[in-house]
């Protein structure tokens, strides 16, 4: 049983964390309570970095880190609470899976290490394939049994980076609807991930980091709004490409047109209405669309627009 008189909120207080001259995290101020909490950003980040200081792997290089009252850093009692599955492997591939969650369970120094190993591969529905080396599963396999290593003490905080990784969609609902129901009991968890669909699905509040840079909080549909509500810049070809750019540029829907040798280049400060705007105006002008494709819709470009504070 989750012991529910331990602590289970995390604060994190303007934690930095440098290698050199290279930031990694930057004045981070968070608080992640009970619930589902999903760390949202770009591969690069600092999720990683974030979620180890959390974990007492890594000392921050200035701010500070603690479990309730207690300091996470240099303090073992915490691992009482706390269970962590990181993104790396870190698998030993001759030993079964059964092995390595008993290993964990036996660390913890459990009362009865067989049962609460038991226990915890059922949860993660690996216990029929415990017997089998870990160097024989799929990457959707391993991240379960990593799962499994890290709720072998029942802990109330679980930190899950990218935990979704290489599973299947069956293996990704199992996870999900595992997390969903840890939370709503009471334990606090985060999970990382750079998708938003997965956040969505699962996290009650989303914290977005954006190159070591707390960039946004919120629920969902606060993060999916602020999302949708940036700028947008498109590529747009046409048969007749001046004809067209002078009909949007009158529109308050764009920003900006420019005339590129690849067709027009326009940024669309309201994404819903020059939606809207686009086909009327190309009929009224009696312009041929032949291509509309968005150029600014990798995760770097979405994020950094939320960093900026919606000045880009």
Do not use: C
Not at 173 to 186: F, K, N, P
Not at 233 to 255: C, P, V, Y
């Amino acid at each position: 049983m989750t012991d529910h008189s331990a602590p289970t909120t995390i604060h994190l207080d303007e934690v930095s964390r440098w290698y050199g001259n290279v930031v990694a995290v930057n004045n981070v101020t968070m608080r992640i309570g009970p619930g589902v909490t999903g760390l949202l950003g770009p591969n690069g980040a600092g999720k990683s970095t974030l979620l180890h200081m959390m974990a007492g792997f890594l000392a921050p290089s200035s701010g500070s880190v603690t479990l309730g009252r207690d300091r996470i850093w240099q303090n073992s009692k915490v691992y009482k609470s706390v269970g962590i599955v990181p993104e790396r492997e870190a698998l030993y591939g001759f030993l079964t899976g059964w092995q390595f969650v008993l290993s964990s369970a036996k660390l913890h120094k459990l009362a009865n290490p067989v049962e609460a190993a038991t226990k915890a591969l059922n949860l993660v529905e690996m216990l029929d394939a415990g017997n089998r080396r870990i160097d024989t599963y799929s990457k959707g396999m391993r991240q379960r049994v990593k799962v499994a290593a890290a709720l072998v003490h029942d802990p109330p905080v679980l930190l899950l980076d990218e935990p979704f990784n290489g599973m299947d969609p069956r293996q990704r609902l199992h996870l999900m609807e595992l997390i969903t129901r840890m939370g709503a009991d009471g334990r606090t968890i985060l999970f990382s991930s750079h998708i938003l669909e997965e956040v969505e699905r699962v996290a009650q509040q989303i914290e977005v980091l954006v190159s070591g840079r707390h960039a946004a909080s919120g629920d969902h549909r606060e993060i999916r709004r602020r999302m949708t509500n940036r700028p947008h810049l498109f590529t747009i070809r046409s048969s007749d490409d001046r004809k067209l750019a002078s009909a949007l540029i009158a529109d308050g829907s764009t920003g900006g047109v420019r005339l590129g040798e690849d067709g027009l280049e326009v940024r669309a400060i309201d994404f819903r209405a020059f939606t809207r705007l686009l086909p009327q105006a190309a009929r009224k002008a009696d312009v041929r669309l032949l291509q509309v494709s968005p150029s600014d819709e990798d995760l770097e470009s979405v994020f950094s627009y939320l960093i900026s504070g919606g000045r880009q």
